[in-house]
């Protein structure tokens, strides 16, 4: 017959864990001598060490592989993406004319966005160039020489400029004719139009709305987009930057 444990006291279960953390007669530590320890503590600092530097060294492996300057891998885009001014939830741009808090918003976006525009701003950081053709701007044989932007005036943009008359500086929402900018994305080493210069054509979506639309006019004249604005060379290498949505 099993004998009963005897049940042991609060004061001798206290001491046994005092014995278990440390033993002053064996110099153990949590059951463990200081040599144990010692060599459990290399074992893991020597295991995490090594996948440390192998992690780094994949990590160096794969960066010698990519080009700071351009993504290895490209989108081959016949057409690339477009986007507009103000930027919009949904690219509706919606509001009520008698009520300026609708539209306000758009405007103060639409300053802010043409503000590096300004013909002074355009003239001290960017370049004069010819029209109606690519703005190529080869190395020279020295990799990732930095690249102008070609020179975009804000007052090309005509009553949409934001400039002259304050009924224009509303950008016609206050009139409900408002203005709307289109961008095109950027895609690096784009040349489009086949040496002719883009043109940009606007229309209702739907039949019926091409009546409520009403005419439209375009800045630049016939919606023209100059070769000269192309091809990207990328953020690292082209000086001058686009600004964006917030």
Known sequence: MARDKEKRSCGQIWAEWKAFVWDPRTRQFLGRTGSSWGLILLFYLVFYGFLTGLFALTMWVMLQSVDPHVPKYQDQLLTPGMMIRPCAEGLDVTFNVSHSQTWLHYVRALHQFLEPYNDSVQASRNAACAPGRYNEQPDDAVPNVPKRACRFNR????????????????????????????????????????????????????????????????????????????????????????????
């Open 155 to 246: 007052s090309a943009l005509g009553p949409c400029a934001g400039l002259g008359p304050p009924h224009t500086e509303t950008y016609g929402y206050g009139s409900g004719q408002p203005c709307v900018l289109v961008k095109i994305n950027r895609v690096i080493n784009f040349f489009p139009g086949r040496n002719k210069s883009i043109n940009v054509v606007c229309a209702a979506k739907r039949e019926e709305d091409a009546a409520l639309l009403g005419p439209l006019q375009l800045f630049p004249p016939n919606g023209s987009i100059d070769l000269m604005y192309f091809p990207y060379y990328g953020k690292r290498v082209h000086a001058a930057e686009r600004p964006r949505c917030r």
